[in-house]
């Protein structure tokens, strides 16, 4: 919600003032198109500009999360993430007061941004961490999916909230995003329970075999039993109570487990387009179709909602096959067309750009809601960690940092590729989609060989049953 505000108020920053009546007191010359534009953003470079406070914000978010798991796991989840809302609303808030205080120079929008990226790498590891606390391996695609809708419906409030002021005082628009924020970072100070046991539940099962649990005579009564087969949640879960903590993995360790390269590298790409929607979509549709800042603001939000729509998709149909990359790779096939048609028949009418924009927001956000999710957890299930709590924070901190690295790229290249036209930003865009599949053709292949075998024991079991 607090991120979101910039890609709507983009389009009032700098556009054609010709169709703004001028100020009875007004000393501009009447064929001055550039007059009503917020300095420094009044320049003919102003696509650069705002490339380049977003890139402040996400590069330093990349550097931010490699480093915020280690706090993380020394740190109570609820101081964490409360000092972590009360600065990303500071900050959010302190973007939007720009505005009042009359600040027009470029360095101070930059390093608002560079540390509100800093101070929101708090949230993605505290998350995760709490609701692995919480939830059981259980149906994990399908529920982390469910979870994962938070981002989009984020997003989606982040528009609706910009769009009411940004046509007036857009500073409006960063302040109340930054209030809300803060009011939900003293919420969570009062209310978040990091732990079932705190309040007497009884923790959630991790485990696929029930009785596996009953040959674990030597573990806690009431704590969830460990072993090297455990998921993401009961490392984390377990890790609070064991008396041995065991030592982290190495970075290099950690991008030893199978899938950790390929999906972090597909994630790289996969936030690419992600995120040049999430910054860049408002403007596009405000330049291309002519909207106000205000409808081309609360259209966007079309595609966050396509994305939860694909969250939950993905995380659905990926626990009915048991293939995480093939489902992956399949929604990344079918994106790239769906990019190319919306950039070129998306504009001819607004149920066709309805229509598309749901689609592809459910076919990009898809993967890189998966990946996020379920994926992280499923490799934090490697027989090699040994339900290792810290290396399971290294792993994430690795995927999602290597994300954030393509979160980073994708709106900064926009930024220098938009001024020679839309169609080209949509040709990178489909490059980064096509790369992102690539990357997974070796987990696809495997996924397929796993099917196969398991196909092939069904059978040979089925034949058994006859004959006897």
Request: aromatic fraction near 10%; charged fraction near 10%; glycine fraction near 10%.
């Amino acid at each position: 919600m607090s991120r979101k505000p910039i890609s709507v108020v983009k389009s009032r920053l700098h556009h054609n003032c010709s169709e703004v009546i001028q100020p009875l007191n007004s000393t501009h010359s009447l064929n001055d198109t550039t007059w009503c534009n917020w300095a420094p953003f009044d320049k003919s470079n102003y696509k650069e500009l705002l490339g380049a406070v977003d890139n402040a914000f996400l590069v330093a978010y990349a550097i931010g999360m490699f480093i915020s798991g280690i706090f993380g796991e020394r740190l109570p989840l609820r101081y964490y993430l409360t000092a972590g809302m009360l600065l990303s609303g500071l900050f959010t808030s302190l973007f939007g007061l720009g505005y009042f205080w009359n600040i027009h120079v470029l360095w101070y929008f930059v390093l608002v941004q560079i540390f509100n990226g800093l101070v929101q790498t708090t949230g993605w590891p505290a998350v995760v961490s709490c609701v692995g606390n919480w939830f059981g391996k259980g149906k994990r695609g399908l529920i982390m999916g469910i979870w994962n809708s938070h981002t989009s419906v984020g997003n989606i409030l982040g528009s609706l909230l910009a769009g009411v002021w940004v046509d007036q005082q857009w500073g409006l628009s960063f302040v109340v995003p930054g209030v809300i924020t803060a009011i939900m970072g003293i919420i969570t100070f009062f209310f978040l329970i990091e732990y079932p046991e705190d309040v007497d539940c009884a923790p959630p099962q991790h485990h696929g075999n029930p009785e596996e649990s009953q040959d674990r005579p030597e573990d806690p009564a009431n704590g969830p039993h460990c072993n090297k087969e455990s998921s993401l949640e009961s490392a984390v879960t377990c890790s609070k109570d064991a008396s041995a903590q065991p030592t982290a993995i190495s970075f290099f360790g950690a991008l030893r487990i199978p899938g950790v390269v390929e999906f972090s590298l597909c994630l790289l790409f996969a936030k690419l387009v992600s995120y040049t929607f999430l910054y860049w979509l408002p403007l596009y549709i405000a330049n291309v179709v002519h909207f106000t800042a205000k409808e081309a603001g609360d259209l966007s939000t079309l595609f966050d909602v396509g994305g939860i729509i694909g969250g939950i998709l993905a995380g659905l149909v990926s626990d009915y096959i048991n293939g995480r990359a093939t489902t992956c790779c399949v929604m990344l096939i079918l994106a790239a067309p769906m990019m190319f048609l919306y950039n070129h028949v998306g504009q001819s009418g607004i149920g066709i750009s309805i229509v598309m924009l749901l689609i592809c927001g459910a076919l990009v956000n898809g993967p890189y809601a998966l990946i996020t999710t379920a994926v992280s957890a499923d490799l934090g299930t490697h027989k090699s960690l040994k339900g290792n709590a810290k290396a399971l924070s290294t792993v994430t901190a690795i995927i999602d940092g290597t994300g954030s690295i393509g979160a980073a790229l994708g709106p900064l290249l926009a930024g220098l590729i938009s001024p020679t036209g839309w169609n080209n930003v949509f040709y990178m865009l489909i490059a980064a989609d096509v790369l992102a599949c690539l990357l997974l053709c070796r987990l696809v292949y495997k996924e397929i060989l796993a099917w196969k075998s398991s196909l092939g024991k069904d059978r040979g079991s089925n034949m058994a049953l006859t004959h006897a």
